[in-house]
Nanobody, 121 residues
Framework: QVHVVESGGGLVQAGGSLRLSCAASGRFFSINSMGWYRQTPGNQRELVALISSGERTNYADFVKGQFTISRDNTKNTVYLQMNSLEPEDTGVYYC???????????????WGQGTQVTVSS
């Protein structure tokens, strides 16, 4: 059983910062990519940032240098540092972890339950 749990969301004023965390736990062999997605009101879920097992990063165009993704492989955790937040960043932020449960298993995606980020103007 694999669990993916996000934390760190909350209410912040425009211009403020938040740091999201996401930890994978349970029985698995290895973690490949880890990433953050978000769903803002009235929109579909969209990619925010990805980080590979080799720590290569990929960001959505709208991030514009405001967000930084990082990971700690010793803790099976991925972080999203969000600075200069704007009301348009309000939404539910989801973590996705791609991992293998065994050495011979295919890589599968596991999602967290989401954490709410609200940016007030």
């Amino acid at each position: 059983q694999v669990h993916v749990v996000e934390s760190g969301g909350g209410l912040v004023q425009a211009g403020g910062s938040l740091r999201l965390s996401c930890a994978a736990s349970g029985r698995f062999f290895s973690i490949n990519s880890m990433g953050w997605y978000r769903q803002t009101p009235g929109n579909q879920r969209e990619l925010v940032a990805l980080i590979s097992s080799g720590e290569r990063t990929n960001y959505a165009d709208f991030v514009k240098g405001q967000f930084t993704i990082s990971r700690d492989n010793t803790k099976n955790t991925v972080y999203l540092q969000m600075n200069s937040l704007e009301p348009e960043d309000t939404g539910v932020y989801y973590c996705k972890v791609q991992l293998r449960t065994t050495a011979w298993a295919a890589s599968l995606d596991y999602w967290g339950q989401g954490t709410q980020v609200t940016v007030s103007s």
